[in-house]
């Protein structure tokens, strides 16, 4: 099956700093997209981004299909943005295959 | 977009028994999912519930361990059963809406704790 990884796999920020979490996966996708967990678990859609550029507010995320990656973008970061982002791809099964998760935590 | 709920919230459970986790969405999907997710671990998949018939379970995942109900297109359920701690996880339901979209959405989630 296909398999996603992400990097780093743990950040800590200050607040205010800018970040990016990587998401490289092995084969075509017909679906990527970027979830937040927050501390409760609730898994918050942030970007579905098969391909091309997004931006919603401080965050942006970016999917290169040709080359198997993508980037999501957190600018100045709030101690709210912290929890584990996840990248999720799709790859003819309707399902999700999630990533192992990029653990954050933004300090004040 | 989707509106789903998932009941309980969470438990807290004796080794041994079971537990049916529900998962109602607030319009008719094509298709509904559940996951685990083990402590300080990613998702996985355990099985596709399919309307009107069995569920399509991944390797690893077994009908007997996690029986699965889909009796319409709003609802779902998931039975734990015969749980030991190693079941302790979050277990959500997730929806693919079609109609045009590929994005899936993701229920609160059953935190179970298996004393």
């Known amino acids: 099956g296909i398999q996603v990884e992400q990097s780093p796999p743990d950040l800590i920020l200050q607040e205010g700093a800018n970040s990016t979490l990587r998401c490289n996966f092995s084969?075509?996708?017909?679906?990527l997209q970027w979830f937040h967990q927050n501390p409760w678990g609730q898994l918050i859609n942030l970007f579905y981004?098969?391909?091309g550029t997004k931006q919603n507010g401080r965050l942006s995320a970016t999917t290169v299909a040709t080359e198997r990656y993508s980037l999501l973008y957190i600018s100045s970061s709030q101690t709210t943005d912290s929890g584990v982002y996840f990248c999720?791809?799709?790859?003819?099964?309707?399902?999700?295959?999630f990533g192992s998760g990029t653990r954050l935590q933004v300090q004040p | 977009s989707a509106v789903i709920s998932q009941k309980p919230s969470r438990d807290i459970c004796q080794r041994g028994t079971s537990l049916t986790i529900q998962c109602q969405v607030d319009?008719?999907?094509?298709?509904m999912f559940w996951y685990r997710q083990q402590p300080g671990q990613s998702l996985t998949l355990i099985a596709t519930a399919n309307q009107g018939s069995e569920a399509t379970y991944e390797s690893g995942f077994v009908i007997d361990k996690f029986p699965i109900s889909r009796p319409n297109l709003t609802f779902s359920t998931l039975t734990v059963s015969n749980m030991s701690p190693e079941d302790s996880s979050i277990y959500l339901c997730?929806?693919?809406?079609?109609?045009?979209?590929?994005?899936?959405?993701f229920g609160p989630g059953t935190r179970l704790t298996v004393l």
């Open positions: 319009s008719q999907v094509t298709m």
């Open positions: 084969d075509s996708v017909n679906n």
């Open positions: 997730s929806v693919f809406l079609g109609q045009g979209t590929d994005t899936q959405y």
């Open positions: 981004i098969p391909s």
């Open positions: 999720a791809v799709e790859a003819g099964r309707r399902a999700l295959t």
